[in-house]
């Protein structure tokens, strides 16, 4: 339990206690074991496309290009991480042994893909673009709480403003429910500011699924305030990790929860923790 509490904090992990606490403690600390989904593994191969593309010299960056990198993106993915094949393949019965995703459904998957591609293509032009990170990694400390995080993309110019950008492979969200994307970047913009003392100029959420981009130039006082949202629910987090109570949080991602039939919220019976609480 010491070892989960000392482990950083990410903005997926902070966000999805948010979402339900029973779920944040099946994921993250009995990390039960889920089906790779689709829609995940789909947004990783466009995510590793996107990262290597930059790879290219200027002039090559284009959608023929970088929609040509797909298929060796997937087979690279098949043959380092073999468990891809049940995202790719949902006849494929999990869990099982090794398998291979049909023809078919790769076929489907890199053709969703390449129409994504193409929509990021409408976005921006990634020739005139020169990222100065990328899927980069920054942990730093607030206080006694560690958090991180790995930003897709990191620009800056020669007076030094950064404005940091985040794919998504999904459609842009109504208001009501864009908070987590919110939360995400600002959770970037937060880490950059610690890491560096610059506030980022600008927070870009680019979203390949509908071909919206949506931005936000944070404030500094929205960044502070940010700060203290944090470590209050950093907090929060420690004190049901010690008490040992996760309560469940029914609403829309229940559809989607694989944790149904242990959930009390759903008629199922909750798993015993697997460590002994201490308050
Ligand atoms: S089924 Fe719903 S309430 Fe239960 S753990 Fe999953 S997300 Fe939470």
Same mark, same amino acid.
């Given at each position: $339990? ?11 992990? &902070? ?7 029973? /779920? ?8 039960? #074991?889920?089906?790779? !989904? ?14 290597? $593309? ?17 298929? &060796?993106? /997937? %087979?690279? @993915? ?23 995703? *049909? ?9 969703? &893909?390449? *129409? ?24 730093? %400390? ?22 940091? *950008? ?18 995400? $970047? ?15 100029? %600008?927070?870009?959420?680019? @979203?390949?699924?509908? !071909? ?5 130039? #944070? ?19 420690? &004190? ?7 309560? #469940? ?12 039939? /242990? ?8 798993? #015993? ?7």
């Amino acid at each position: $339990m010491q070892d989960f509490l000392s482990k950083p904090l990410s903005p997926t992990r &902070a966000y999805s206690f948010n979402d339900c606490q029973l /779920l944040f403690r099946y994921r993250t600390i009995d990390k039960l #074991p889920e089906r790779p !989904g689709a829609a995940a593994f789909k947004g990783t191969l466009i995510h590793s496309v996107l990262e290597d $593309m930059f790879d290219l010299p200027a002039s090559d960056r284009t959608l023929d290009t970088v929609s040509g990198l797909l298929p &060796a993106a /997937l %087979e690279k @993915f098949l043959a380092e991480e073999p468990e891809v094949a049940f995202a790719i393949d949902e006849s494929l019965e999990w869990p099982g042994g090794a398998s291979e995703p *049909s023809v078919e459904s790769q076929q489907l998957l890199l053709s969703s &893909a390449r *129409s994504l591609t193409a929509k990021y293509f409408t976005l921006e032009d990634p020739r005139t673009l020169n990222p100065s990170e990328r899927e980069h990694h920054v942990e730093v %400390e607030l206080g006694a709480q560690k958090i991180h995080g790995i930003i897709d993309r990191v620009e800056r110019t020669a007076a030094g403003d950064i404005r940091i *950008s985040d794919y998504k492979t999904g459609k842009s969200p109504k208001p009501a429910w864009a908070h987590k994307y919110w939360f995400q $970047m600002k959770f970037y913009a937060l880490l950059l500011w610690k890491s560096e003392g610059v506030l980022a100029r %600008e927070l870009r959420l680019l @979203f390949l699924g509908d !071909g919206v981009v949506l931005r936000h130039s #944070p404030t500094l006082e929205e960044i502070v305030s940010f700060e203290t949202e944090v470590l209050e629910l950093a907090a929060r987090i420690k &004190a049901a990790v010690l008490a040992g109570t996760f309560a #469940p949080k029914p609403s829309k991602l229940c559809d989607w929860c694989s944790f149904q039939k /242990l959930c009390p919220a759903q008629g199922g019976i909750e798993l #015993p923790l697997p460590y002994s609480p201490t308050s």
